[in-house]
């Protein structure tokens, strides 16, 4: 049988053991777990990018002002290369009808023919040729019976725009006097043009 006075009474410090000791929690493990609930609620609540109006109001009417752009562009090269064109066409058809109104005669109309021919053409050109018919071809022509007759064979736009344009006249002209054989003569002239009112007018003739 066992004294019960063999056991011994339990001290302070066995008690202090037997009680159990708390759970440390590190803060920091609390901190990123607030952290990310927080993130985690910012996210939910954040609104969603709406691309389709992004598209719309940004993307899209930029490229529709690029496309308006190139197109405007493109049609202004479309319209001056047009215009060139027909300006070339036009400029050449005066060159050489002009050429062979300046140049072409019969003695006994001499006088209505060259000054009808002079509302073909513009500025100071104008103005020479009409001192030289006047002075010189005229009273030549109707004095020794001077007739002349000019042709175009080939013409060339040197250059054309909308408003001026500069084109080579390859000329033939076969100058009668009397009664005598005609004789020939082959010249080329460059001829530049002016656009007034509408109409392609003369404004230099210089032989080349």
């Not at 001290?11 to 952290?35: I, R, Y």
């Not at 479309?78 to 036009?90: G, H, K, L, V, Y």
């Amino acid at each position: 049988m066992t004294d019960s006075h063999d056991e011994k009474p339990a001290t302070g410090d066995d008690q202090l053991d037997a009680v159990e000791e708390p759970e440390v929690v590190d803060d920091s493990d609390v901190t990123d777990a607030t952290n990310e609930a927080e993130v985690v609620g910012e996210s939910r609540h954040r609104p969603a990018i709406d691309w389709s109006r992004v598209l719309a109001y940004g993307v899209v009417p930029g490229i529709a002002l690029i496309l308006a752009m190139a197109a405007g562009f493109l049609k202004y090269v479309d319209n001056s290369a047009r215009d060139s064109a027909t300006a070339r066409i036009e400029a050449t058809q005066a060159a050489s009808t002009g050429t062979v109104a300046l140049l072409s005669y019969t003695s006994d109309k001499v006088e209505q023919q060259l000054n009808d021919a002079r509302n073909l053409l513009t500025g100071g050109f104008g103005e020479s040729y009409t001192s030289l018919i006047n002075e010189v071809v005229i009273p030549g022509a109707k004095q020794q019976q001077i007739s002349a007759l000019a042709t175009v064979p080939r013409v060339g736009s040197v250059s054309a725009d909308p408003g001026r344009a500069v084109v080579l006249v390859f000329v033939n002209q076969a100058v009668v006097v009397g009664s005598s054989a005609p004789t020939d003569t082959a010249s080329s002239v460059r001829v530049t043009l002016e656009k007034v009112g509408g109409k392609w007018l003369i404004s230099d003739f210089t032989p080349v």
